[in-house]
């Protein structure tokens, strides 16, 4: 079924889904997931980008975060 819907009536309708959505209480629930879907076709989601992020060692962020530990325990 194909609806057609002006570009207006299309974003008052997802200014509406996206309003309920934000909005509920369990954003989990399947009513919301319903909503969400029906978004997605209006409005569909950005594409994920190719582009790698930024790679950082596994210890790094800890170590830090212990270090500034101890200089908080040292006075």
């Known amino acids: 079924m194909q609806l057609d ?8 309708l997802a200014a509406a889904l996206k309003r309920t959505i934000t909005q509920d209480r369990y954003p989990l629930s399947l009513r919301i997931q319903t909503l969400q879907a029906i978004l997605d076709k209006l409005e569909p989601p950005p594409a994920v980008t190719g ?3 930024p790679s950082s060692k596994p210890g790094d962020r800890p170590r830090a975060a212990l270090a500034a530990m101890k200089r908080r325990r040292r006075g």
């Open 5 to 12: 819907l002006t570009d207006e009536v299309k974003l008052a």
């Open 51 to 53: 582009e790698p992020r």
